[in-house]
């Protein structure tokens, strides 16, 4: 795996703070931070709002942050805090790192390939526990699925790890699940336990002799011309 230097980001020092003072970073297209970690006070600062936004796309992105005293500071995004309506960044978290030191990470999870006809594959977590280099993170973890039958469970211990990947979970942890796909009388049983649950009863049909006409009052020829 190639070495990864980071990302180059301008780090401005943040001397604000509150909600107001973050009102106006954002306003002003910033994103505020901050950095900790090494025993370090916690550093904050605001990044640029458009490569931020780009880079914290994938997840435990390296980051060379360049600082306004002209030094830098490696760093691996930890936390990213986004409004949920306005679908915004309002908050971002940097661990410092060194280049050669391991760190345990959470990477995502993705499935390959195609399992067996009539089955549905299901990932366990969508994340799993690694250690690795600081500048050899792996963007993900993928789990071939071709031609498995209902039944198979892959294992942490199963995965193809990228080299310099450790596995920071039990071997035996399972991550992704494959099973029969349920039929249409399995849809049916589960929906009428739901609605047993939920206290839904369902109108008994009405018989046939019920939805006739009835007889005319007097029987048949009891009306008179």
Same mark, same amino acid.
């Given at each position: ?69 002209? +030094?830098?500071? !490696? *760093? %691996?995004?930890?936390?990213?805090? &986004?409004?949920? /309506? ?6 971002? =978290? $940097? ?68 080299? +310099?990947?450790? !596995? *920071? %979970?039990?071997?035996?942890?399972? &991550?992704?699940? /494959? ?6 009388? =399995? $849809? ?38």
């Amino acid at each position: 795996m190639a070495q990864n230097t980071g990302t180059q980001l301008n780090a401005a020092t943040r001397t604000e703070f509150g909600k107001g003072a973050a009102r106006r970073v954002r306003r002003a297209h910033q994103i505020p931070a901050v950095v900790y970690g090494h025993g370090q006070d916690p550093l904050h600062v605001t990044l640029p709002g458009h490569e931020t936004m780009l880079l914290v796309k994938n997840p435990n992105a390296l980051v060379d942050l360049q600082l306004a005293d002209g +030094g830098s500071q !490696l *760093a %691996v995004v930890k936390a990213v805090q &986004v409004d949920p /309506v306005r679908r915004e960044i309002e908050h971002v =978290d $940097l661990v410092v790192v060194r280049r050669g030191e391991r760190i345990e990470v959470q990477v995502p999870v993705r499935t390959t390939g195609e399992a067996a006809p009539q089955t549905v594959v299901s990932v366990e977590s969508g994340t799993l526990a690694v250690t690795a280099e600081a500048t050899d993170l792996p963007e993900a973890v993928e789990v071939d699925v071709e031609g498995l039958t209902a039944g198979t469970i892959v294992t942490a211990g199963q995965l193809s790890l990228p080299q +310099g990947v450790e !596995l *920071a %979970v039990d071997a035996e942890t399972a &991550v992704v699940n /494959v099973s029969a796909a349920p039929t249409a009388e =399995d $849809l049916e049983a589960e929906l009428a336990e739901a609605e047993a649950e939920a206290g839904i009863e369902k109108d008994a049909p009405e018989s046939e002799s019920a939805e006739g006409d009835a007889a005319p009052e007097g029987g048949e020829g009891s009306s008179q011309e």
